[in-house]
């Protein structure tokens, strides 16, 4: 379409130059009604570019926002997720170096969470600069866009307007420059209409691919350049470790409990007597079978949220010199091992709450949600605000089109007005 109007009115203007110069000034005769009909077409087709120039600057400033905020939703789901995966990491960190009364992890253990943690600080910086180099390029085409959209609003707006006022005012010479001006600006506006209409339908088809992709899930799609997956290895390697660590915590604190706090050991055998008495204290349950399926407390044991109020009630007062504290009043654990147990169930409880966060990695399922938000809430405002910019564009081209054949009708009737009246 550019094309065809470059070369169509190039030729056209070349024509009306040919028949100025070998015509010599004939200009014909007036008519009244020739020249207040081009007035009133250019009144009318100046408030259409106008009107057109309008919609254009409002369509492009709420697409602008639109996509920008949409940017910005993808950004923050992306820095949460990568965000939790760095926590995670952090929280397997602290369970390697979880000790009551100086009993640790298994160096088997200590050694698979290095490798895990690894990976996972790995995948969240992966993750993390590939969302925003993703980000950045969006931005920067929605910015430009904007900028040239809006450049072209202003731009059409003053020539419909100066255009207007020259041709009613018989400036014929300026009124030439602007129909050359308009010439050029025009071809640049039917490209700039073009390249929309394809981000128009960019959009669309982005919206209908996130439905579908919603629908049924795919590894290594174009969406992968909005918000890409969690590598499904490290993300499945993360959640048998979360349980097997988490599996491993319990097993160390019931192990102190059983063997140690609920054990009455003779005076001379320390560090395991500490004149431990009174009501035995429970376990804690283990959230996993042994093949790491689900599994149900059993009665008499304590579950992560009720463990530390539960066992307060078994803590005692010590006396004796620092390290060899032993219990002064009834009790099953000293202030030490007390604060010991209730941090390893609280790391526990921690890498078990990371469990629904790792099954949203290894499905991707987080990736599914947000498409889900952006289909919902972001992609019929994206749809409308863009075919606002495309309807505005194509007012102000069709208004411009044909100001310009009036620009030169009505500047030609208003000049045989004047040489009428001369007459």
Same mark, same amino acid.
């Given at each position: 379409m550019a094309v065809v109007w470059f070369v169509g009115f190039g030729v056209v203007l070349l024509i009306i130059s040919c028949c100025c110069c070998f015509c010599g000034s004939k200009d014909g005769d007036y008519s009244p009604c020739c020249y207040f009909t081009s007035l009133a077409f250019l009144v009318i087709l100046t408030i259409a570019t106008i009107t057109?120039?309008?919609?254009?600057?409002c369509g492009s400033d709420l697409f602008h926002h639109s996509s920008i905020k949409t940017v910005d939703y993808v950004v923050g789901q992306g820095d949460l997720t990568a965000d939790n995966l760095r926590n995670f990491a952090g929280s397997l960190a602290a369970a390697k170096n979880i000790t009551i009364d100086?009993?640790?992890?298994?160096?088997? $253990?200590?050694? /698979?969470i290095d490798i $895990?943690?690894? /990976?996972?600080?790995?995948?969240a910086n992966e993750f993390s600069t590939r969302l925003l180099e993703n980000s950045i390029k969006i931005k920067k085409v929605v910015n430009h866009m904007e900028h040239e959209l809006m450049a072209a609003a202003a731009v059409m707006g003053g020539l419909a307007v100066f255009g207007f006022l020259f041709s009613v005012l018989g400036l014929r010479f300026l009124v030439s420059i602007l129909v050359v001006l308009a010439w050029f600006n025009l071809t640049v506006i039917l490209m700039t209409s073009g390249v929309f209409l394809l981000l128009h339908n960019v959009v669309g088809d982005t919206c209908v691919a996130m439905d579908d992709w919603v629908t049924h899930p795919q590894a290594h799609t174009a969406l992968d350049d909005i918000l890409p997956c969690v590598d499904v290895a490290t993300a499945n390697l993360s959640l048998y470790r979360s349980q097997e660590v988490t599996a491993q915590l319990v097993a160390l604190v019931n192990n102190v409990v059983v063997n140690i706090s609920n054990r009455?050991?003779?005076?001379?055998?320390?560090?395991?007597?500490?004149?431990?008495?009174g009501p035995l204290m429970p376990v804690l349950c283990n959230p996993f079978n042994p093949d790491m399926s689900p599994r149900a407390c059993a009665p008499g044991e304590v579950d992560f949220k009720s463990a530390a109020r539960e066992w307060k009630r078994f803590e005692c007062r010590t006396a004796g010199p620092p390290g060899s504290e032993v219990c002064a009043t009834p009790g099953r654990l000293t202030p030490a091992a007390y604060g010991q147990m209730t941090a390893a169930t609280s790391v526990s409880q921690g890498l078990y709450e990371y469990?629904?966060?790792?099954?949203?990695?290894q499905d991707c399922s987080f990736v599914r949600e947000t498409f889900l938000s952006i289909s919902d809430n972001n992609c019929p405002g994206l749809e409308r605000y863009s075919r606002h910019v495309y309807v505005g564009l194509i007012i102000i081209s069709g208004a411009v089109m044909l100001s310009v054949v009036f620009w030169m009708v009505h500047t030609r009737q208003r000049r045989r007005r004047a040489m009428a009246k001369q007459l």
């Open positions: 057109g120039c309008v919609i254009l600057h100086q009993i640790f992890l298994p160096a088997d $253990v200590q050694g /698979k $895990v943690e690894e /990976k996972l600080n790995s995948s009455e050991f003779p005076p001379g055998l320390l560090p395991l007597y500490f004149n431990q008495s469990g629904p966060f790792l099954v949203q990695l």
